[in-house]
């Protein structure tokens, strides 16, 4: 049997035994090409997981979820370091006196700004009163350490002066149950 060779074969085999060399030349870039599609392919499939949890809880991921109450905290935080606390679990007492100060007072005002754009005015009243308030500080305090989920513990002691027995008032941090 003798083997014929048409036209028509031997350029069909040229151009398999070219694209066998454009196959192993760019390798790479086929392997590449690969791994990108298998890459689209798991995001494709993990989007699609996450459009049926939507669609299953009625409700969008919000990465943004905690983004205001962590803003909160570090306003308060911010507050109540000025203040003297180190922090949200210090268990020191503060005295009223450095609590409600003018320097203490000029700081809040000029943080009103801030403290409005995440805290509401109708839940921290002593906000949209500013100076009105006779212990404005201590009260704006208190209402900001609330909404957080935090209160002021008031403990009172006698005080002795010019051999006259007054009362003076200090507080701390406590977090609410």
Known sequence: ??????????????????????????????????????????????????????????????KYENYIIDKKKELVLDLINFIGY????????????????????????????????????YSIRSMARKNKDKRFCLNILRQLLQDIGYTLKMKTYPLIRNNIITSSTKYRIIKKN
């Open 1 to 62: 049997m003798s083997i014929h060779s048409s036209p028509e074969k031997e350029e069909h085999e040229n151009d398999k035994n070219e694209s066998n060399t454009i196959l192993n030349s760019d390798s790479n870039e086929y392997e590449e090409n690969i791994i990108i599609n298998e890459v689209s392919e798991v995001s494709e499939v993990s989007e699609v997981s996450e459009v049926s949890e939507v669609k299953k809880s009625g409700k969008f991921p919000n």
């Open 86 to 121: 180190a922090s949200f679990s210090d268990t020191a007492y503060i005295k009223f006196t450095d609590i409600q100060n003018e320097r203490i007072s000029i700081y809040i005002n000029n943080m009103l700004d801030a403290l409005k754009t995440v805290f509401k005015t």
